[in-house]
Structures are given as C-alpha cells and as structure tokens.
C-alpha cells in the first residue's frame, strides 16, 4: 500500500479534492442557510461563485473558515483574546493537546489564533459520530479535519488506537502539519479539566523503544480554553442530573444540537492559552516509572499546565460563592455581574425535572469547579 493511501479512511481531503467538496457544499439544501450566516448580505451567487473557485485546503480556510469564526466572535463573543503563540516556532509542527469544552469552537478558534499570529493551522481531531452526513463530511476534511473512529469491542479500540496514534506520528513528522486533539474522549461537562492517561499511551504507541522520545518527536505543547457563559451549560447540566441515576443515551441529531447551541450561545470573554512545550528533559526525567505511572505523571504534568493558564471568568467566581453560600471572592466580580449571572440561572426553570436543587448544584458546579480545581494546584 502506498504512504499517502494508508490513511484514506481517516484523513483530511487532498487539495484536488477540495473542488469537487465544493460543488457538492453548493448543491446542499442547508447551503442558502450557511451562506446567509457566513457572509450576511451578500448575494448568495456571488458565494457560489467564490466556492467554485476554490481549489484548495488553504484557500477554503482563508475565505470561508476565517470568515466563520469572525461571524462567530462578532455575534456570539464579548472579547476574544489568546497568549503564548509567541512561543511557538513555525518550522515545527506541534501536538495541541486541549481542555475540551465545545465539540467544533475550541479546535476552530484556536485554527483562528494561529492565523492570526501569522502561524500554519493545524489538523483537527474530529469524532466519526460527527460525520454523519455528507454536508458534515465536506465542509470537516476541507477544514483539515480528521475522523477519530469511535465505539467497537475492545479489540477494534486497541485497532483504531494504533491507527490513529500511527496517523498522528505521520502527519506531525512526515506530513509536517500540527495536530489538535482534546485531551480526553468527549466535551469536559462539569468544569473539571482532566487528561485521560490512556490518550499519553496512545500518543507512542506507534513508536518502538523509548516512550520519552516518542513523544519527545511530537513536540507536544498543552492548549486551555476559557469560556466566561460555558458553553451549552444547560445541556451539560441535564446530562450529569439524567447521569446520576441512569446511564445517559444520547437522542438522533443531540450532537449536532450542541454544535449549532454552541456557535449561537452567547459566549462573552473567550481566552485561548498556549502553555509550554513538554520536552524531552521533562519525559526523561519520569522515564524510570513503570508504563502506567509514567503515562499517569505525564498526564498530570499536562492537567498542570492547562490548569495553570486556564483564565477564571466573573461566572467562575460567582458561582463558587452561590455554591458554597459565602462571598469568598466578592473582589472579583460586581453586582451587575452577579445579577446577570443570576438572571442566566433562570434557565433552569424552563425544564421539567423532579429535583431543581439538584440541578441548580450541578449547573453552578460546572462554573465553580475551574476555581477549586486552581485553588488545588
């Protein structure tokens, strides 16, 4: 099998592939509605034309993905601001390893930091339950989107580990392109940032020998994001309630729900952290614990850094006083802050629940947890 084929399964489009991506986003009957949220007042041939035109990955993020996020931060964003990208050496090629709270704003807002601070966006991971339809799959893989294959038996999950570990080896040393992933399967619902260790064991299981180099090669470099109005906060919340005494099922169409509830929701402060690169001295220094520590150290190491730059909001301070039912950090936040972050608690009146208070719990945790976990470091 050639290089470039063992990979088609999972890849991003080729650029001569990007046209013909193209005219089938043109022929979809959900087009005229993108097109009217994308570029609001301009004539809607006009976009068919400048898509047709498109001819490769770099040209549909400069024309259309930028001007997605720039809608996105105009209509639903107080203030959008990110830090450390300085640090970052545009002749390498990174793994950005993230805090996860929105499915599709988390990866595509840092795609926009980087363009902005004159750096080459990265490949993105994005979950096979995500591309569910041919609309979905276009506008992903002409976006640098790659699919993670979810579910199976344990044997398929070792099989698509190894897969996806072999892929992200390639495309970080032999493609030359940076790689986004979340630092564990599935959004954070509850405020709490946490690596899954497995993830560190799968980032060298494609390497023979030294773990401390394997992962040394992939120039792994932690990502926190922050958002001041969590985003789907309400969707989260009834999640964890339903979680507590059943096990939750997701309903035809949930996910697509919380990517479109999470574009439109008002988002106010959004802050992107670029933490320091994991290097080799690091690893080296943890390479005497066995497998499981090691991975479980380097995780941690991990949790610490996006932790550590994990910008508390107003909401974060509020709700941890509302739940501890004192005024702690009255400082860092004023009374028109709190009232709206009250008036925002109203939401939890539009559902039907047999137990509010327990919801209410819930839902401030998801806001006060950021704070107590900063506080533990």
Avoid at 52 to 80: C, P, Y
Avoid at 301 to 311: A, F, G, H, K, M
Avoid at 363 to 373: K, R
């Amino acid at each position: 099998m050639m290089e470039n084929e063992q990979f088609d399964d999972l890849r991003p489009y080729y650029d001569v592939e990007i046209n013909a991506a193209m005219h089938r986003i043109i022929a979809n009957e959900f087009f005229p509605a993108l097109s009217g949220y994308v570029f609001p007042g301009r004539d809607i041939e006009d976009v068919r034309r400048m898509l047709r035109d498109i001819r490769t990955i770099d040209d549909f993020q400069l024309q259309v993905m930028k001007a997605v996020n720039e809608q996105v931060i105009s209509r639903s964003i107080g203030s959008f601001t990110f830090e450390g990208l300085d640090s970052l050496d545009n002749s390498r090629r990174y793994l950005f390893v993230s805090n996860h709270r929105d499915i599709m704003l988390d990866a595509t807002l840092l795609q926009y930091a980087l363009y902005q601070s004159g750096l080459r966006t990265s490949e993105i991971t994005f979950g096979s339950n995500l591309m569910s339809s041919q609309l979905a799959i276009d506008i992903g893989k002409s976006n640098k989107m790659f699919k993670v294959i979810r579910g199976g038996n344990i044997k398929d999950f070792y099989t698509n580990s190894l897969r996806l570990s072999e892929y992200i080896r390639y495309t970080i040393t032999r493609k030359r392109e940076s790689v986004w992933i979340a630092q564990r399967n599935g959004r954070t619902k509850d405020g709490i940032d946490a690596t899954d260790q497995a993830l560190v064991k799968m980032f060298y299981m494609s390497a023979q020998g030294d773990p401390v180099r394997a992962l040394a090669e992939l120039n792994i470099v932690p990502v926190s994001i922050s958002y001041q109005w969590e985003s789907c906060d309400l969707l989260k919340a009834m999640e964890l309630y339903v979680s507590r005494t059943e096990k939750y099922v997701k309903q035809p169409g949930e996910d697509l729900h919380s990517i479109l509830t999470g574009i439109i929701q008002q988002k106010g402060d959004v802050h992107i952290s670029v933490g320091k690169l994991l290097t080799e001295d690091v690893l080296a220094s943890l390479s005497d614990l066995p497998g499981n520590k090691f991975n479980r150290q380097v995780a941690q190491w991990l949790d610490s850094e996006i932790i550590r730059n994990y910008r508390l909001t107003c909401n974060n301070y509020i709700a941890a006083d509302m739940l501890a039912g004192n005024d702690t950090y009255a400082d860092r936040y004023t009374a028109d802050e709190k009232a709206a972050f009250v008036a925002h608690l109203t939401r939890l009146d539009t559902v039907s629940i047999p137990d509010k208070d327990e919801l209410r719990e819930i839902f401030l945790g998801i806001y006060a947890n950021p704070v107590a976990t900063k506080v533990k470091q």
